[in-house]
């Protein structure tokens, strides 16, 4: 009789919940989180969207990617080298790079405004300023293949084109190349991480933690060429 009083009472409750949809996917300035939620880290009074786990709905939503491109140059990954690449030792910075800075190949400000590229299928999960030095960033979710929950960063961007809850295609426009406003000659700082939340850390780290080497992990989750297809998301989403 207890059991079924509390399935029923369980049922009440997720009933509730459904009826406000918007509070799966808060579309405030930064992250997914209702402003409500407990779990949240406080900043100053006000929720900080740099650092939450996905909820159960949140990682329901992001999309399986079947294959992963380079974010910058083309669709494809072409017209691109890599400035400073994943985990080389910066002693000025104190640490090792978490990421690859990609630029086009007329190398400074020349790829300023370019197009960023999503690597994948996936859901926007962040995209704002977290301070000065990240610049616009952004953040996307995405489900591999092999099942693994995989994140892209794409930062220092001068423009967004995405907000939270977003289903982005792969090779669809996310933002475009920036400065972080004035404080780096312009080029995109991309990383990906194995995760389930959002946590934006820091550029250079002593250690490696979630993050992942970006080329290696493009490269091992990208197809033949001759099995070169359309992203299904992208596919859906033409009108």
Do not use: C
Request: avoid cysteine; charged fraction near 20%; charge should be neutral.
């Amino acid at each position: 009789m207890w059991i079924l009083l509390a399935l029923l009472f369980l049922a009440v409750i997720a009933g509730l919940w459904l009826l406000r949809p918007e509070r799966l996917f808060s579309l405030r300035p930064g992250g997914l989180q209702s402003a409500d939620d407990p779990s949240e880290m406080p900043s100053r009074g006000e929720p900080d969207f740099r650092f939450h786990t996905l909820s159960a709905w949140q990682a329901a939503a992001v999309p399986r990617a079947m294959r992963f491109d380079l974010p910058l140059g083309s669709e494809h990954g072409a017209l691109v080298y890599n400035a400073q690449k994943f985990w080389e030792m910066n002693e000025k910075r104190g640490g090792h790079h978490t990421g690859d800075d990609l630029n086009g190949i007329g190398g400074m400000n020349t790829d300023l405004g370019d197009p960023v590229f999503s690597v994948a299928d996936g859901l926007v999960v962040y995209a704002a300023e977290p301070s000065p030095g990240w610049g616009k960033l952004i953040l996307v979710a995405h489900r591999a293949p092999d099942g693994r929950s995989l994140h892209s960063m794409y930062a220092h961007l001068d423009r967004i084109d995405v907000k939270p809850g977003d289903l982005v295609a792969r090779g669809s426009r996310i933002g475009t190349v920036g400065t972080a406003n004035g404080y780096y000659p312009a080029h995109l700082h991309f990383e990906m991480r194995e995760s389930h939340g959002v946590d934006i850390g820091g550029g250079y780290s002593l250690y490696p933690l979630n993050r992942l080497d970006p080329e290696k992990t493009i490269a091992s989750l990208r197809v033949a060429a001759e099995k070169l297809t359309p992203s299904p998301l992208g596919l859906m989403k033409v009108k």
